[in-house]
RNA sequence: GGCCCCAUCGUCUAGCGGCCUAGGACGACACCCUUUCAAGGUGUAGAUCGCGGGUUCGAAUCCCGCUGGGGUCACCA
């Protein structure tokens, strides 16, 4: 069983664009964990990189957030004791502690310029050598340093990584992985124009706002001796580390534009629960046993481990995505439903903005029937827009059934004509036994007459079951399209 | 290229030395239900567990090598 101290996760990304699902699974693994060991989720924007500042995508990425309901616990606007949680605010908190470093060695002042550096890595690759800072101010005289930084020069301050030995990586999922200090660099940490850097922000947010658990992408395995390493020179007692698995595209490749949406609030747009999204992301990487696939938000809560994340990547498939969301649509109640289809319906103008009672009302008399042929909520708009806009235009040999010709099928939907606007009881019970004695009466299959009265009422051949379809259409809108289907049999 | 991670049906995965003639789910296909399409039900196909060596009475499971895929080598995160 689960480790039950509180555990306190974040949730730290640059708000450099939209969340995509593999960083909402990340989200969602942190959300469980705090929510499971009555910890908290923390909310921590990464911006310190003032060249790649996204106006608006602070707002984006927590609009995200709320449309999942991974609400934080701390973090920008509602605040928390380890504040402020916005990253560039900080700068008075990493300045001093910058400075201690320095103080006590851990890092040192470089002057490098980058063209230097630049001149660097090409000496080394031309050697065949790999890249990578020469570590040339490490050495620096006090003397020097102290003039370089009297004449104004620009400088960083970077890691001394030790040039012996190695730093062991606990990662929960894959045990111990060593890396050789050789192999290191002595990266930036705080930059030239006062900023730290990841390496430097990321490790001592974590440690001063008492992070228990860090769950991050697997890329940044790399670069985690250096963390490791931070933690070391202040004696700070790391966190838990895990570095969940990537999610891929169809092809299995690292998710992008390509394959169609991979922003969680496209998703949403496009007509995918929340609940199936939720449990469609937990079991991309993780399980809880051989067989449970459908989990509700308190389960979940309840089941996750990170012990059970597996540490190999995974593609999200939008197949599977499409039977859960299907799934739950039907768990949910044909009103719930109407409302929930209705902004649709809004914007492909079936209905007005907003819809008037009258059309609320149908609405809620379509739901039923097309509620088991969701995928998507979006698919409520060519799902019922029959029930709105006559065809335009019939398909010939979808009207004319297989063995009758024009000449039989246009008389066929002459007597429907005649024995339909007779009819005085218009709903289900009504139409079925009178449809089926016209078709006896006529001497041709049932489902032939259903089939050539549907694509006249519809305009489709795939459509809900005949009788309920005309029952909500209505005898008016029924009769005035059989007529206009019947014309076109010329 | 160096370093690091990963490797079971098309996909998500179960499996943590014998229960595996490798289980489940999505997808595919077939059948049933049925006025069409869905939904639902039943069933079929689909992995010689990437390859090669070991260890062991016994390996998908442990070890080594190889191959393949991915990540990372920035004053970006």
Redesign the pocket.
Known sequence: MPDLRPARTRF???P?GFVHIGSMRTVLFDWLLARQTGGQFILRV????R??YVPGAEEQLKASLQMMGFQWDEGPDVGGPFGPYR?SERLPIYHPLAAEMEERGILYR?????ER?EAV?REKQAR?E????DRHCRNLSPEDRAAQQAAGI???LRLATPLDGETVLH?V????????HA?L?D??MI???G?????F??NVDDHLMEITHVLR???????SPYHVLLYQFMGWEQPVWV?V??V?G?D???LSKRHGATAINEFIERGYLVEALTNCLA?????Y???T?FMTREELIERFSI??I????????H??????N??YI?QHTPQEIAGMIMPYLEKAELVSTPATPEQQALVERIVPLIQ????TLSDAIDLSRFFFEAPTQYVRNDLVPKKLDVATTKELLQHAYTTLSGLVTWD?EGL?PALRDLAEQRGVK??DL??A??VAATG??????????LAVLGQAATLERLTVATASLE
Request: negative net charge.
């Open positions: 730290a990304p640059s450099t990464e911006d310190t990189d060249k790649r990253e470089c002057f490098c310029t980058p550096l890595n065949r790999p890249p990578g800072y620009p400088s960083v990662d999922l894959r045990g111990p992985i060593t890396f050789k192999v660099n990266p930036v930059k030239s124009d900023f730290p850097t990841y390496a922000a990321a992408g697997d890329e940044w395995i790399a670069t570095h698995p990537q891929l169809t299995g490749k690292k079991l991309v990487g993780w399980g046993d051989e067989t696939e012990e059970r597996s540490p190999n990547g995974g593609v999200f498939s197949d599977k995505l499409n039977w859960f299907g799934h039907r088991d042929r969701l995928q289900e079925e049932a489902g259903f089939m009265l549907r489709s051949k795939a459509t809900p079951p005949l009788f309920q379809t």
